[in-house]
């Protein structure tokens, strides 16, 4: 890792880390006896002190370097995450996009099904309604024919009560006229016209006639029966 002091190495020129080590060389050099030697001491301390420094500034240059790849390789990854990021975004984005739509869509069909169901139920609620009163009116339209049907039934029970008792007392008078008719034909002397006409023999013609003729319009007004066989005339 990086130290002040490798950085303001790598940062000075080389001329000005020359001087600042011959500067900072020990006092005792100076007390040499001979100045040769002093000379050639401190150019070795320079020479190695320089070493030193450029060993220095290589390793700090090296370590920037790292640095920079490591940064750089950072920047390519971070970029690399930026893109990954923004195709995920991108993804994500037009997934949503379509599930809207999707959404949206069965929104619709939901409320179409439901707009449906609504109509059926409607639909179904007016057929039920108008099936009720069909049902009423058939029901009304049945009572009002069997109760004219009852009341027409008894109206032909009377009729046919009042058409038997018509046909009894018919068959009564009838009877009753043809007694009548025997009991007139069997008169002594017949009525009191017939006594001119007895010395002429027209009398019993006369009365014989005239018993076929109430005979017959008895026989017609008669209901149900069947007529009458001529009974044959009594003399006179």
């Given at each position: 890792?990086?130290t002040?002091?490798?950085?303001l190495?790598?940062?000075?020129?080389?001329?000005?880390?020359?001087?600042?080590?011959?500067?900072?060389?020990?006092?005792?050099?100076?007390?040499?006896?001979?100045?040769?030697?002093?000379?050639?001491?401190?150019?070795?301390?320079?020479?190695?002190?320089?070493?030193?420094?450029?060993?220095e500034?290589?390793?700090?240059?090296?370590e920037?370097?790292?640095?920079?790849?490591?940064?750089d390789?950072?920047?390519?990854?971070q970029?690399?995450?930026?893109?990954?990021?923004?195709?995920?975004?991108?993804?994500s984005?037009?997934?949503?996009?379509?599930?809207?739509?999707?959404?949206?869509?069965?929104?619709?069909?939901?409320?179409?099904?439901?707009?449906?169901?609504?109509?059926t139920?409607?639909?179904?609620?007016?057929?039920?309604?108008?099936?009720?009163?069909?049902?009423?009116?058939?029901?009304?339209?049945l009572?009002?024919?069997t109760?004219t049907?009852?009341?027409?039934?008894?109206?032909?029970?009377?009729?046919?009560?009042?058409l038997?008792?018509t046909?009894?007392?018919?068959?009564?008078?009838?009877?009753?006229?043809?007694?009548?008719?025997?009991?007139?034909?069997?008169?002594?002397?017949?009525?009191q016209?017939?006594?001119?006409?007895?010395?002429?023999?027209l009398?019993?013609?006369?009365?014989?006639?005239?018993a076929?003729t109430a005979?017959?319009?008895?026989?017609?007004?008669?209901?149900g029966?069947a007529?009458t066989?001529?009974?044959?005339?009594?003399?006179?």
């Amino acid at each position: 890792m990086k130290t002040p002091r490798h950085t303001l190495i790598a940062a000075l020129p080389l001329t000005l880390l020359v001087a600042l080590l011959v500067g900072s060389a020990p006092h005792s050099v100076q007390a040499q006896p001979s100045a040769a030697t002093r000379d050639t001491e401190a150019l070795r301390r320079v020479q190695r002190n320089l070493q030193q420094a450029q060993q220095e500034r290589d390793a700090a240059q090296a370590e920037k370097a790292a640095l920079q790849r490591e940064r750089d390789a950072e920047a390519a990854q971070q970029k690399q995450a930026q893109g990954r990021l923004a195709s995920l975004q991108r993804e994500s984005q037009t997934q949503r996009s379509q599930l809207q739509s999707q959404i949206a869509s069965l929104d619709q069909q939901l409320q179409a099904a439901q707009n449906a169901q609504q109509e059926t139920k409607q639909a179904s609620a007016s057929a039920e309604t108008a099936w009720a009163r069909e049902r009423q009116f058939l029901r009304q339209d049945l009572d009002g024919r069997t109760q004219t049907n009852q009341a027409v039934v008894a109206q032909l029970a009377a009729a046919r009560a009042a058409l038997d008792e018509t046909r009894q007392r018919n068959q009564e008078l009838h009877a009753l006229g043809l007694e009548l008719l025997d009991l007139y034909r069997q008169a002594p002397d017949g009525a009191q016209w017939q006594r001119g006409e007895r010395l002429l023999g027209l009398a019993g013609v006369r009365i014989e006639e005239r018993a076929e003729t109430a005979r017959a319009r008895l026989d017609a007004a008669h209901v149900g029966g069947a007529k009458t066989s001529r009974a044959a005339p009594t003399q006179p």
